[in-house]
């Protein structure tokens, strides 16, 4: 038997865990079908309602770049918040809990393909979107849209280690709340219109969620005349803030409900 | 990287536990899953757990691999606490479950093992050789690049072996690793667990089962867990020394009324069991001497059942287990009259 040092533990979990993820890209293509499938088709309906209200053409670049979106979004909720219910469920969870490993390894692993899977899905959104409605982007901001972009995906699946991290102690009552949190979410932070139109409270509250402002910025960015609810260089420099907040609070959480799990039975499937 | 073996001092028990226990506390009510449990398995011993279902055999392993905590007692394998320690335990055991159903079906046998390797680090070259091996030595290397997804529950549970033994644990856990597993893939798993031991004098294995003759064939001592207490501990031979001066009778009846508490209430009984095998009823009974054999052929034409069989055997393990705990493994707790 030999043991190896903590850091390369972590960082082989990280390869390991977003393996099964990467794969699935070839493995399961009629998934790949649904998921790029639905989000245009939900953003085709609100692009109908748009055309019907005679709104300005930009609305379209808005709910474009919302669908894009929102595939993060639910991979975070679906993919990644729940996935140690579902590990729970079938035995996975109890194995990497007496692995030397850490959940925050496996969480990042999860996270680093999902983000990969989830972004060749949300590039064939937008691009397929953009071409079906004709919808042009400021060129000039593309690459500092970029940089707001992979900022907010940090965030977002950081968000997304802290939501898991109740899910490792809550399994039921947890899925609920993701069920909870799907569509208010979907509407507070402006997948289809500027968030401005909120209002500054419901707006500042749903900026909770990094997708909020990283989308508000990188609309201001790339389809000019977005109406400003605040300053690019403010959204960008609070989702970076949100980076290391939502992963120490992850880890910490982690840590806490670890704990609790293995006094309360939480982490077993089984105790006869 | 350089790895670190840890010391390994061959007098410390693999295992031990001191008045280990465990209450499940719900809002309904509080279950004392274990109590009390003092045990001392030695490095390099195959040590096995037998119970009914609900003893607490599965509360116990899920204590010493780390995944639940004690109410009270302690416990440490490899000569680390379980609750302090149990960063630098996770590098040096393992379990398997029977009936595993872990992992994701999307990935191939190889690629899922590799999988689990690197959680502890493995270099994937190493892991692949060893996975290669192991696969061959259960007689797998033909489906490992099939999806997990399309294989047996026999070819399943293999694979857990592999999964267990690849990392090379100093203490492995197998929690029932051949219920449910046909004679052919049981048989294989038992002797891959004996070759693994004997590869290393000081690797050792906890072994929980329902199957009394396995646990007779493999185990060099077991503990036998009723109502989460251990009731007796030893070799086979000598918990079925337990049993040597009773006369063991075998008596197999055409179906009809129950019986089974009639029997146990007949003077010089010791103990009873009963199953159903191919539309017959099967009875073991433990009897003081030879005298109270007529006694009991009375109480079976008493109740108008009819004897196909009667057989005068040699003790077995079951035997043992039935006197101590009073039932079978494979009655349940609250059945007092199967048969």
Redesign the interface.
Known sequence: MTQYSPLRIFLKTVVARAYPRVIAIWRQVAWLFFDMAFPIVGSLAMVLVYQGLHAPRQYLGFVVMGGAMLAFWQNVLWSMATQFSWDRGNGTLELYTIAPTTFEAVLLGMAVGSMITTTIRAGVILVAGSLLFGISYASGGALAAIGVFLLTLAALYCLGMLLASLFLFYSREAWHLASALQEPVNFISGLYFPVRALGAYVAGGASLVPMTLGLDAMRQLLLPGTPVFIPVGLETTIVAIQVPVYAILAGLALRFLETRARSEGKLVTRWD | ?A????SSTSSRPAVETRQLGRV?KSRKDVVV?LQGIDLSVKQGELFGVLGP???????LI?IL?????PTSGQAWVDGLDVVKDY?AL??????V?GG?????G??RVR?QL???S?????SSAAARRRIDELLERLGLAEVGNR?IAGLSSGMRQKMSLV?GLM????VIFLDEPTVALDVGAARDVRNEVRRWMGEDPTRTVILTTHYMQEADELCDRVAIVNRGEVIAHGTPQALKQQVDEDVIVDLQLEPGRPLLDALRAIEGVGAASAREEDGIDRFSLLLADDAVLPRVLTTVEGSGRRVTGLVRRQPTLEDAFVKLVGRSLHEEDSSGDGA
């Not at chain 2, 790895?3 to 840890?6: E, I, V």
């Not at chain 2, 996770?90 to 379990?95: E, G, L, N």
């Not at chain 2, 990392?167 to 100093?170: A, E, K, L, Q, S």
Request: proline residues 4%; without cysteine.
């Open positions: 990287m790895g670190t073996s840890p499940y899953a279902n609900g003893a607490g055999k599965t509360t899920k691999v780390t995944l639940l905590l960063r996770r590098h040096r055991i393992s379990m479950s595993e159903n872990a992992g994701y999307l990935l690629e590799w999988l689990f690197q959680l502890y680090g493995m999806t999964r990392t090379d644990p100093r």
